[in-house]
Every structure is written in structure tokens, then in C-alpha cells.
């Protein structure tokens, strides 16, 4: 599949699979040079901006060694982007850890998955279809 991108500096990387063939996120990195104090969250630009097909939706999601090593985790994973948008793709990051973190320019910094996904139309009805589940939630499927 082929989607455009555009890159915003010169000399800048498209996004990469580490493992192609296997992985299901590419690697976005940091456009710039940047700290996050413990409990502070900072919007890191990427130094991409894409146009997604209608059909697909792009999720930023974390890099597992950043969260379990440092406590790094994207603030609203998973990032939505809409097929409409046309800006950089920036990543907030928040810092859950006890130091700060430093980043630095073309650091890895979360990943980018690319979904397809359908539109829905809303049937009101006055009952649901029934399930095994039913309305159990929150804890209460059985399972602690």
C-alpha cells in the first residue's frame, strides 16, 4: 500500500518498520531536541505530514521500552489521525517516571499503525440482541 507523506525538513527519514514484514508499527521520531519533567507532558512534532485514503486511520501509539524503562507513554493513545488531516503529525508525551527524560532530534519516539475501518449508520431500536455477557462490566465478567 502506498501513501504519500511529506517531510517537513530536509535530509528527514519516513517512518520505518525495525522488523519489515513483522512489525505492525513504523517508528515516528523527534523533530526536535526537548526534556519532560516528571508529570509533564509535551507536544513533539515528527516531522511528517501524510494523506491517509478515506478507509484508513492512522494511531499513534507508545514504544514499549520508553514506558517501561523510563515511564514515557503517549498522553491519549491511541492518537487518531483522521483521514483529512494534512498537518505534522505531532506526538504528546507524557512523563509518569521520577527523572526527567531528554530527547533528542531523530530519537524514536512512538509508532504509527495504519488501520482500515468502516463508517457506521446508527439503527435505533428499543432492545438489544442478546449475548452471553450482557450488561457485565467493569471487573464483573467473572475474572479478577
Known amino acids: 500500500m502506498e501513501i504519500q507523506i511529506k517531510l517537513l525538513e530536509e535530509n528527514w ?35 511528517i505530514a501524510i494523506a491517509l485514503p478515506p478507509g484508513l486511520v492512522g494511531y499513534v501509539n507508545p514504544r514499549s521500552g520508553l514506558a517501561r524503562l523510563y515511564g514515557i ?9 483522521d483521514s483529512g488531516y494534512r498537518g505534522e503529525i505531532a506526538v504528546i508525551l507524557i512523563n ?3 527523572r526527567p527524560f531528554s530527547i533528542k532530534k531523530g530519537d524514536r519516539i512512538a509508532q504509527l499503525i495504519i488501520h482500515r475501518f468502516e463508517q457506521v449508520q446508527w439503527l435505533p431500536v428499543t432492545e438489544l440482541t442478546t449475548s452471553a455477557r ?10 479478577q
Open 13 to 47: 527519514e519516513c517512518p520505518a518498520y525495525q522488523h519489515p514484514g513483522e512489525d505492525a508499527g513504523m517508528d515516528l521520531q523527534s523533530r526536535v531536541d526537548c526534556t519532560i519533567n516528571p508529570g509533564e507532558f509535551v507536544q513533539v512534532p515528527t516531522g
Open 73 to 81: 507513554t503517549v498522553l491519549n493513545a491511541d492518537g487518531v489521525i
Open 96 to 98: 509518569h517516571g521520577s
Open 134 to 143: 450482557q450488561d457485565k462490566g467493569f471487573g464483573q465478567s467473572g475474572k
